[in-house]
């Protein structure tokens, strides 16, 4: 295990051989420190920084239940372990129940609190990471229209939030990069639970045990490795929202465990018997067509109407050119300003270039491609020189085959006929035909003229 740079870990408890115990054990990882009841750990954590508290239930003067109840009413309260013995099990499930992120008993078996300690470091990093997300979502809220101002982009914004206010699950399908994640930003934090959880979770990205796991949580021993009880997205998500990307990976099994959640608002962690219940709205995206997966027989048809009850579809980019403009200018904006170049706008021909070109990766290939070229502009408009070649190449419409069309035969006639003018000299060719050397190169390449 590595070290935990700038993690301190405070322990509190009555006794001197435990805590000394303790903190030999964890010094090799941790920052640590220790108190010998509550109310100097309490007298600790208001002068330092602290982030995870190991405390002894059963102590003289404040109890770690009182610790606990104080501790909780910061907003900056760390996660704590409770640390109980055989006798006073049911004083540690009561602290949980209070806030108390999870318990262990004496003996404490060092190896397993170390893992414990690394998970709930790892919770207590989700969390933060949630609220710094939400944070900064809220900070350029502004800009979350400019996924597109065209008419088919505006009812798209306009539905969103006509479902915000609502409890309804929303299906979103797009092809991959079209924005799908903004619009369930626009349903959040224009709910209700604005100021819930909004928990994420990629379905594509975990196999099926791993899923179930983190979706639904499980309970200490489910499996090997389970050393302790572990929450799953739907309760980190009570009383916000959950947005299923990808939810046309999700495995059968899990797909009825899904569908029941949404028929009766409750579910079993993995390895428990204990029924849950908990508030949570979920919104679902998809690169595919559910519908389709229905037909194929690999998607249950009960869960996609239950996840479709309100379903927003966002079109490609390429079937929205006239988005192209706005949102170019205002990626070239936020860029100039990241990387601190004084990038004031690109060239007609680029412009051009950009509007013919079929993005097959839609608004995230936009983004990356006007990103590149304002850190590779030698100057303050970007020209063909700094634009990715692939952009040259196919700008073909796609709803149109134009090779070996009229205007593609005239072109290459023409550069044939100044490069022969210009006795080979493509710098002279080039200025002759108003466009840059370098694209003169791909054209010659292109048409096979060289």
Known sequence: MHRMQNVTVLVVDDDAMTRQTLSIALADDYETVTAKDGREALDLFTREDIDIILSDLDMPGMSGIELLEEISKSESAPPVIIITGQGTIESAVQAMKLGAYDFVTK?????????????????????????????????????????????????????????????????????????????????????????????????????????????FGHEKGAFTGAVATKKGRFELADGGTLFLDEVGEMPPSIQVKLLRFLQEKEFERVGGSKTLKVDVRIISATNKKLEDLVKEGTFRDDLYYRLRVVKIEVPPLRKRKQDIEPLVVNFIRKFSHLHGKPIKGLSDEVMHLMKGYNWPGNIRELINCIESSVVMSRSDIIDIDVIPEYLTYRTIDADTDMEGGLLQDMERKTIAEVLNESGGDKTKAAKRLGIGLRTLYRKIEKYGLD
């Open 107 to 215: 003996p404490v078996n060092i190896d397993r609190l170390m893992l414990l300690i690394e998970k709930t470091l790892e919770n207590k990093r989700l969390k933060e990471e949630n609220v710094r997300l939400k944070q900064k979502i809220r900070e350029s809220y502004p800009d979350l229209n400019l996924i597109g101002a065209s008419p088919e982009m505006k009812k798209i914004t306009d539905l969103a939030l006509q479902v915000a206010s609502t409890k309804a699950t929303v299906l979103i399908e797009g092809e991959s990069g079209t924005g799908k994640e903004l619009v369930t930003n626009i349903i959040h934090y224009n709910s209700p639970v604005a100021d819930g959880p909004f928990i994420k979770m990629n379905c594509s990205a975990f196999a099926e045990g791993v899923l179930e796991s983190e979706l």
